[in-house]
């Protein structure tokens, strides 16, 4: 029997500070390893949320920013010593949907996205449905839906304390 082992070179993985990104980082990293891939990280921050607010602060932007940076450099220094290679990270400003399935894997020349199966907006997700479901259907790469941990244990989020890096 011939197994093919399908290899991939460039992985993204968003994170939000959600308990299924958590998920998905941790898998990324295991995969990236495993294929000797490049790792890119992102967190798109949302600007469309602050359009409704009249009196918008950049100060609150330049918040989220910051500690968006902070998780970020966190999770580049955990692949790092996971022995992930090549990994980097980038903080993109826009729709999470569109940057996560079309423009960041055209840039980057993603093959695969590892994605956790809900992250943190959940009124988004009522309301015009979720980033996952948006880039399962319309990225032009493989896409991993996380759902389980390391050990492919389903584990129900509520009854875990946010690890939020």
Same mark, same amino acid.
Do not use: H, W
């Given at each position: 029997m011939v197994m093919m082992i399908q290899e991939y070179n460039n992985i993204l993985v968003p994170v939000d500070g959600s308990y299924g990104a958590e998920l998905?980082?941790?898998k990324s990293v295991a995969v990236a390893?495993?294929?000797?891939a490049h790792l890119h990280i992102v967190h798109v921050i949302d600007t469309r949320a602050f359009q409704e607010i009249s009196s918008f602060d950049t100060s609150i932007? *330049?918040?989220?920013?910051?500690?968006?940076?902070? %998780? &970020?450099?966190k999770y580049t220094?955990?692949? =790092?010593d996971a022995g992930v290679k090549n990994?980097?990270?980038?903080?993109?400003?826009?729709?999470?949907?569109?940057?996560?399935?079309?423009d960041l894997t055209k840039e980057l020349n993603?093959?695969?996205?590892?994605i956790g199966a809900t992250g943190l907006n959940a009124v988004e997700r009522l309301l015009i449905g979720s980033v996952t479901e948006y880039v399962t259907r319309?990225? *032009?790469?493989?896409?991993?839906v996380v759902?389980? %941990? &390391?050990?492919?244990?389903?584990?129900?989020? =509520?009854?875990?304390?946010?690890k939020n890096h």
């Open positions: 998905a980082f941790q390893k495993r294929n000797d932007v *330049t918040d989220i920013s910051d500690k968006a940076k902070s %998780n &970020l450099d220094q955990e692949a =790092k990994v980097d990270y980038s903080i993109e400003y826009g729709s999470p949907k569109t940057i996560i399935a079309k993603i093959d695969l996205i590892m319309n990225a *032009t790469c493989d896409v991993l759902r389980t %941990n &390391l050990k492919n244990q389903l584990i129900d989020s =509520k009854k875990i304390k946010n």
